[in-house]
């Protein structure tokens, strides 16, 4: 089993919340219980996923219905994109929403924007060095349910970071840290893939 960049995320920020049980972020690894919240993310990442250019008053997928605000979806060609890389021992995979360039585009959806949780993570840090990318846009949509299995969507907010020099040194650091959690705390079922 590979160690996902989003499992990575949840170590760094299991390590910086002293409340959070251990036992949590285990479940988060190890279960798959997605929140209302992510499936209706999940239903628009696919409808992004499958939507061609031009402009959309209403996305549909997964039984979903997002109402979207008055404007044309302009999105690159290569979407959903994934890759792998070895840190020290651990392969690390991620898959970007859309790749243009050297720049990736990662699509979030919220009910409230905030900048420096996105800043402060690792995920754009990981997609930048898996991706050999330079630049890492967040397309952040905040969604309002209006209805059963249906969102009023707002007009994305863009946050960009660039690449700096010692991204990959920070990225193998963490990798390393979080193959130690996962060889003390994972069961064998879902303990990181190790490279020969």
């Known amino acids: 089993m590979l160690a996902r960049v989003s499992n990575i995320e949840a170590f760094r920020r299991w ?21 209302k919240q992510m499936l209706a993310g999940t239903a628009f990442h696919e409808a992004l996923e499958h939507a061609d250019v031009g402009s959309y008053d209403v996305l549909q997928a997964m039984g979903y219905t997002f109402h979207l605000p008055d404007a044309e979806l302009v999105l690159p060609s290569i979407r959903e994109v994934r890759a792998y890389r070895a840190y020290g021992g651990l392969t690390v995979t991620g898959k970007v929403d859309c790749l243009d360039g050297r720049r990736v585009d990662d699509h979030k959806t919220t009910s409230r924007f905030d900048a420096e949780r ?64 996962a060889r003390e705390h994972l069961p064998a079922s879902h303990a990181p893939q190790v490279a020969a």
Request: glycine share 4%.
């Open 118 to 181: 996105y800043l402060a993570g690792y995920q754009w840090r990981y997609y930048l060095d898996l991706f050999g990318a330079d630049v890492f846009r967040w397309n952040v949509f905040e969604l309002k349910e209006v209805g059963d299995l249906e969102y009023q969507v707002s007009p994305p907010q863009l946050l960009e970071v660039t690449r700096y020099p010692r991204l990959h040194d920070d990225c193998m650091q963490l990798a390393l840290d979080y193959l130690d959690f």
């Open 15 to 35: 390590r910086e919340d002293d409340d959070q049980p251990v036992e949590q972020l285990v479940e988060y690894i190890t279960v798959d219980n997605p929140t």
